[in-house]
């Protein structure tokens, strides 16, 4: 039987990734796929894996589009995996997710972690990502933060979770996570993520984010936004602590790319040109779509 957990996937240009996309979930029950006016035919591909294609366009407030996916996307199932065109499920996290859905979850949302496919190789060590990505979405949403005049950030909420109305767990396999674009694609994303983390750090508004935390996430968070020399502290977490030294050159440049993105949040937010480069002043309250 089909899995009953509605898939989102959200995308801009992702001819490229989006068979691959697709077809690691071919076992859930619902695909949509949100499309931000696509010019490379990414919605005839979607279609093409039976998914279902929801047009989006934003409107330069709030919600974002993640938000704008729970508030509006007819979902046939309660529960929710939110899903990059670059990641791919696991068979494993799969079928683990199937067991779930049998025996019923006992917890309102699941973090996955994500194993990063770089220059070609999936990483067995080094620093891997992990996001609440499958939860309840009736006890879920993404509370807007004041970000509107970070022009560069534009329609997707930033890097931080959905808060949850209940216990939290883990699953214990994977998203594989990589992208089939050039390299330079990797670069251009993570430059705006800087943008966006580095201007809300400058000024405060990043504190309230590490404080929606949980747990040990929310002490490690808190201690990392005060280490000195972070890019430092990034590349020997991932390269040494983590033994990305055991994935050979793959992980090596993995480790250098992950200190250059937090070298580039904290050599902005000492720029004053870059935090001049505003869009508007920042709202005084989020507003609502509708």
């Given at each position: 039987?089909a899995?009953?957990?509605?898939?989102?996937?959200m995308?801009?240009?992702?001819?490229?990734?989006?068979?691959?996309?697709?077809?690691?979930?071919?076992?859930?029950?619902?695909?949509?796929?949100?499309?931000?006016?696509?010019?490379?035919?990414?919605p005839?591909?979607?279609a093409?894996?039976?998914a279902?294609?929801?047009p989006?366009?934003?409107?330069g407030?709030y919600?974002k589009k993640?938000?704008?996916?729970?508030?509006?996307?007819?979902?046939?199932?309660?529960?929710?995996?939110?899903?990059d065109?670059?990641?791919?499920?696991?068979?494993e996290?799969?079928?683990?997710?199937?067991?779930?859905?049998?025996?019923?979850?006992?917890?309102a949302g699941y973090?996955?972690d994500?194993?990063?496919?770089?220059?070609?190789?999936?990483?067995?060590?080094?620093?891997w990502?992990?996001?609440?990505?499958?939860?309840?979405r009736?006890?879920?949403?993404?509370?807007?933060?004041?970000?509107?005049?970070v022009?560069?950030?534009?329609?997707?909420e930033?890097?931080?979770?959905?808060?949850?109305?209940?216990?939290?767990g883990?699953?214990?396999?994977?998203?594989?996570?990589?992208?089939?674009?050039?390299?330079?694609?990797?670069?251009?994303?993570?430059n705006?993520?800087?943008?966006?983390?580095?201007?809300l750090?400058?000024d405060?508004?990043?504190?309230?984010?590490?404080?929606?935390?949980?747990?040990?996430?929310r002490?490690l968070?808190?201690?990392?936004?005060?280490?000195?020399?972070?890019?430092?502290?990034?590349?020997l977490?991932?390269?040494?602590?983590k033994m990305?030294?055991?994935?050979?050159?793959a992980?090596?440049?993995?480790?250098?790319a992950?200190?250059?993105?937090?070298w580039?949040?904290?050599?902005?937010?000492?720029d004053?040109a870059?935090l001049?480069?505003?869009?508007?002043p920042?709202?005084?309250?989020?507003?609502?779509?509708g």
């Open positions: 039987m899995i009953p957990v509605s898939v989102v996937v995308t801009r240009n992702e001819a490229v990734n989006l068979p691959s996309c697709l077809a690691s979930l071919d076992r859930f029950a619902e695909r949509f796929v949100v499309d931000s006016g696509s010019t490379d035919g990414t005839a591909i979607a093409a894996f039976g279902r294609v929801v989006y366009r934003w409107n407030a919600p993640k938000q704008w996916c729970l508030d509006h996307l007819p979902f046939a199932s309660d529960w929710v995996l939110f899903v065109a670059d990641e791919r499920p696991t068979p996290l799969v079928e683990e997710i199937a067991g779930l859905m049998r025996a019923g979850p006992r917890m973090f996955i994500g194993r990063p496919v770089f220059l070609g190789c999936r990483l067995r060590f080094g620093a990502n992990r996001k609440l990505a499958l939860f309840d009736r006890r879920a949403s993404w509370a807007p933060v004041p970000d509107l005049d022009a560069s950030m534009w329609e997707v930033g890097h931080y979770q959905p808060d949850i109305g209940g216990p939290v883990r699953l214990r396999h994977p998203l594989d996570h990589g992208d089939g674009k050039p390299l330079s694609a990797w670069f251009e994303r993570h705006r993520y800087s943008d966006w983390e580095a201007a750090r400058a405060g508004r990043l504190k309230p984010l590490a404080g929606r935390e949980r747990g040990l996430r002490r968070k808190g201690m990392f936004a005060r280490l000195p020399c972070r890019p430092l502290c990034v590349f977490h991932g390269y040494v602590l990305g030294f055991l994935d050979g050159g992980g090596l440049h993995h480790a250098l992950r200190a250059f993105y937090y580039q949040i904290d050599a902005k937010g000492r004053p870059t001049r480069r505003r869009a508007a920042i709202p005084e309250e989020p507003v609502r779509d």
